[in-house]
């Protein structure tokens, strides 16, 4: 599934959504992960989901929205397109917010198995955004240091679980997943492993097929870098960089690619 997004850097970076795989962003607030994971998914399926609607198939596309970021309103007016012309097109998209994560759990490894079963449904598209905010909040908030091992050891032995189910499901039905996590704040330490730079557990490193970071090195305009740390199937530290306005995500003006060669030959990081 190509994602017909605006920067053709991430684009050719990032690739299509392979079916059956499993697809990682992680990144601090406002670095377009929900763009990646569920806008701009969205808004490719388009297609697929007018084909669905004029032969009356069985499909859906599942969006987990579990910090409640993702909003029509938002998706309408940046990449509305399709769905504006034909609302009927929403029937095919179920946007589910979980309250807390037992019941994202639950939602994930019971209900969402039985559910497409039950119904005969075949997913083309399902993201979690983020999937890690409850464990995180919950990990976050609790001060005892044996609570919070015992927190840690559990919620991210579920979170595993959840990934091993979706990506049973992802292979069973040809289907894309998107995942999103968020960035550590001291990934930049030198020689530290790709997958000690998200939160969440090892499941976030042996499930995904495709992991990207997303950093912000600019914020006025907003300028992120995303690179690739893991592909399956294609190279291995490759970065871009795009920017992020009000509508959406795109390429870099002219001075905006001043301003990163300014930054990159700086080596680091500009706040300001």
């Keep these: 599934m190509r994602l017909g997004l605006r920067s053709k850097a991430l684009e050719e970076l990032i690739g299509g959504y392979e079916p059956g795989k ?5 990144g601090h607030a406002g670095t377009g992960k929900t763009h990646l994971a569920c806008y701009h998914p969205l808004a490719a399926l388009e297609p697929r989901l007018t084909q669905a609607l004029q032969k009356d198939e069985k499909v859906i596309a599942i969006i987990y929205s579990c910090d409640g970021s993702f909003d029509w309103g938002r998706f309408f007016d940046i990449y509305g397109g399709g769905f504006e012309e034909r609302p009927e097109l929403k029937r095919y998209v179920q946007v589910v917010r979980p309250t807390d994560f037992d019941h994202q759990h639950t939602l994930i490894v019971k209900t969402l198995p039985a559910f497409l079963e039950s119904r005969g449904l ?6 979690v955004d983020p999937m890690t905010s409850f464990y995180r909040i919950e990990f976050m908030t609790t001060k005892d240091a044996r609570r919070r091992i015992s927190i840690a050891l559990q919620r991210t032995g579920q979170l595993e679980e959840q990934l091993s189910v979706l990506k049973a499901i992802a292979e069973k039905h040809d ?21 000690r730079e998200f939160g969440g557990g090892k499941g976030f490193e042996f499930y995904p097929s ?6 912000e090195v600019y914020k006025r305009p907003k300028i992120v870098r995303a690179t690739v740390t893991k592909h399956r199937f294609g190279e291995e530290g490759k970065s871009c960089y795009f920017a992020i306005d009000c509508m959406g995500i795109r390429d870099l003006s002219d001075e905006e690619k001043g301003i990163i060669e300014k930054i990159e030959r700086k080596g680091g990081y500009e706040r300001e």
């Design 22 to 26: 499993i697809y990682h962003f992680y």
């Design 122 to 127: 075949k997913p083309v598209f399902i993201a």
């Design 210 to 215: 495709v992991s990207v970071r997303l950093e």
């Design 175 to 195: 289907c894309s997943i998107a995942v999103t996590n968020w960035l550590k704040a001291n990934h930049t330490q030198e020689d530290q492993p790709w997958y």
